[in-house]
């Protein structure tokens, strides 16, 4: 990432060490779910060495092949390496058979053991035979590849070192190439496993009418046995099988261990046994998910009668996938991580997780710790259809049902129509491009269907742009323009793909048409990069991708998240009659409060476990909140304090009347406003905020910003039976309000002190800002929520259009490609100031109301993607506590003059955080 700021490549560094988190098996309570990684890791297999496994998979044309993934605890993964940087190997006619795209060929099926110091991984190319690659580092160089045995159509290897030092190698046959499949053979190789000494032997025939299609045999040996593990049926619907036998060569017995029985996981197709240090067995598998590639489960092993039964629920010794278990007992409790997937560009070696369909030339990129890759343009090759031929797509994995990829890319496209853009790769494709044509650039969308059959592309959309950002710079002494530009994805259950772009990285345009991802040839869809040069021999064009940024829009797991806090709250609360309010960031548990009066956050809790309810209908649910609700009854029985008496009772009791329709609430919530109004003084035409604060600071009459939220008590209460007269005031107080409190650019005051004899206004201050004319955060955030809930009560579009002024002026002052403000977006010591993740949870909840309620398309679309960034960044790790205290959000930010709550969880931002999650659902 380009960066000219040190604390931003500081910040951003602590970004690239953790990851997007987009799909987490593990479930951080001891339990895991099934996929454990919902990627295309295709015929997987793993070892176990000491307290560490490793895992490898098929990985066809791509390069760099045979990624090398880590784990401590089978559920945890992270790439560590690639065994194969190029596909360059002896026995392969021509040489560069591979420098071009091989679409469905090279690397399938490998297996990874290791004996006596070394890592050995052998895996079969249907076309030139089966090789082996070792190393005594598996995450440094591995030694080049050897062709252990030539031939076409010889595919799944798998040795056993035996413990007379013997070597076997069992291996299946794809009848594409070798005129026959469903049979194993065993052969014997020399003791360093890189030759065969022996012809081979049939140990199985799959052509009996019932188990054809074996394939991806495991050969295993325990308690005296040699063990193959196959999978039968095909893919789609397959089942495994587990063969014993006290003789190598067999005969076998054979039994099924594991189908799909009354699961949605179909196939469960091929995978590798491994035991832990504790003595349990587990069995890694995949499972074909279509556009989403071949994803990965993790099965139970029981051993029965000498049998590895798989799953759970087992009959006759067939057991069936569990979608949740119990995680693996290695002995420790791990970190959640994930595979690598986005990718900042601040490393001098391109990220793990990119791969190309075919080996690179040598200028295809160049990664850089100046903070991004630089890809040159390339050129069509002869006969060009559309891009299954292509070699430069520079592509990574889906890596989850549902994500929003985003990318940051500085182009320089010298010639016309050289194009750079993003793709959505398989045998279906969609890609869009920023183009230069003529004196000017365009976006288009390109849709090409069945790819291999050398279909042509079909352009779907193209648009001229505007108001691009540019850069004026020499190439050699040539002036070049350098334009920086945003793309998006959005990838939907289902794998229904949605483009959308950006010229200043804030406001992104859906753009183009939807598109299903169909997988590619025995591979899952990808989406990356390409830059094309239009005409050969012209200047190569280029672009820096400066970031690649995946992140999880899955509502669901959000507020699963959020069930998950709440019930470590509870345990901690239960047996107290306070309220949470806040937790200092040294600490690790809640800071709790009486019901008072005088506390303001109180209502906050019962309006969580409200949310909470109302996303699980759960009884149990609705009773805790009933119980919390109940605890501020005394509240409803005194005279107003101050103004916050909304906050206190609408988030609570007005949730709970909202749900319930409990008419006890009702009364209740009407008595509230009623209390309310008599803070309300005519003349200035305002709710006096805090009557407590009159003297000491000589404000005869204050209102603070804040004081807008609670005028949703008194809209309701005019509709739910209260005085009419409730609606008139909090108008009134509406635009009085905005009449006085801002200033010319829309930013908020976050006191208004006012005169009590004519009403006039006499100045605007500050209290939990950093100045008097500041823009503090939170005001403004109150601001924005306000101005929207009275344009949903009134429809008056006065307020729309001052609802719009607000947010617009906060959504120009949020630092470039980031969505969590500082807590003053004028505080003077910006980049080292505290954020403030309650300013955005309130903002994301009323920008997600503001979209719907728009009568500009435009302007709904800019509030919505502002919304969904600041969800997407407040559900990432940087934000949400994980478990490492009850709190759903981190860096929140009270009262910073005062010294108070910086940098803490404090209990409305969760509160409005969860209220964002469950309007966006």
Known sequence: MKTTVLFICIFMSGIQSTHAQIWVSDQGDGTYKNPVLHADYSDPDLIRVGDDYYMTASSFNCVPGLPILHSKDLINWKIINHALPELRMEGVEPANFFDTPQHGKGVWAPCIRHHKGEFYIYWGDPDFGIYVVKTKDIAGKWDKPKLVLSGKGRIDPSPLFDDDGKVYLVHAWAGSRAGLNSVLTVCELDETGTKVISQEALVFDGNDGVNHTVEG??????????????????????????????????????????????????????????????????FMHFQDKGAYGRILHLQPVAWKDGFPVMGVNDKNYCGEPVLTYKKPDVGKTFPVETPQESDEFNSDRLGLQWQWHANPGQAWAFPSTNGYLRMYGQYYPENFSNFWDIPNL????????????????????????????????????????????????????????DAEQKNLERKATEIPLQNLQMNKRLHYQTPVDEVTFYFRLEVKEGASCAFSYSVDGKEFYPFGEPFL???????????????????????????????????????????????????????????????????ADSLSSWKTVDISIDEWTVGFWPGILWYNYENTQSPTDADIARYYTGLLEPLTKLPAYDHDLGFQLFCSYGNAYRLTGDENYRRILLNAADTLATLFNPVVGTILSWPREVKPRNWPHNTIIDNMINLELLYWAAKNGGDPKLYDLAVKHAETTMQNHFREDGGCYHVAVYDTIDGHFIKGVTHQGYADNSLWARGQAWAIYGYTMVYRETGDKKFLRFAEKVTDL???????????????????????????????????????????????????????????????EL????????????????????????????????IYADYYYIEALMRYQ
């Open 217 to 282: 045999g495991k050969f295993y040996k325990k308690d005296g046995y040699y063990y193959i593990l196959a999978p039968a049926g095909g893919v789609a619907d397959g089942w495994q099988l587990a063969m014993r036998s006290k003789n190598v060569y067999g005969p076998y017995e054979v039994k099924r261990v594991l189908a799909q029985g009354t699961t949605g996981i179909n196939g469960p197709h091929q995978g590798g046994l491994v035991d832990t240090p504790t003595g349990e067995w587990w």
């Open 394 to 449: 520079l592509l990574q994995k889906l890596t989850a049902p549902e994500c929003t990829a985003t990318a940051k890319i500085s182009a320089v496209l010298r010639n016309d129509g050289d194009k750079a853009g993003f793709i959505v790769m398989g045998w279906d494709y969609s890609r869009i491009a920023l183009m230069k044509k003529g004196d000017g650039y365009a976006l288009e969308q390109v849709i090409c269907s």
């Open 517 to 583: 991802a169909r997988q590619g040839k025995w591979i899952g869809a990808k989406t990356g990069f390409f830059i094309m040069n239009k005409t050969a021999g012209t200047s190569r064009s280029w672009v820096d991708v400066d970031w690649f940024r995946v992140e999880n829009k899955n509502v669901n797991r959000e507020l699963d998240y959020c069930r998950s806090r709440i019930k470590q709250t509870l345990e901690e609360i239960s047996n107290t009659n306070r309220m949470p309010k806040n937790i």
């Open 810 to 872: 906060y959504l120009r002052r949020l630092p470039e490609n980031e969505y969590i403000p500082y807590w003053d977006f004028d505080a003077p010591n910006i980049p080292a100031e505290p954020r403030d993740a309650s300013a955005a949870a309130i903002t994301a909840s009323a920008l997600l109301e503001l979209s719907q309620l728009e009568d500009n398309e435009e302007k709904s679309a800019k509030y919505q993607t502002a919304a969904i960034n600041m969800l997407v």
């Open 875 to 906: 559900s990432s790790d940087r934000y949400q506590s994980g478990t490492a205290k009850p709190s759903f959000l981190l860096h929140s930010t009270g009262h910073y003059p005062n010294g108070s709550e910086i940098d803490a969880s404090i």
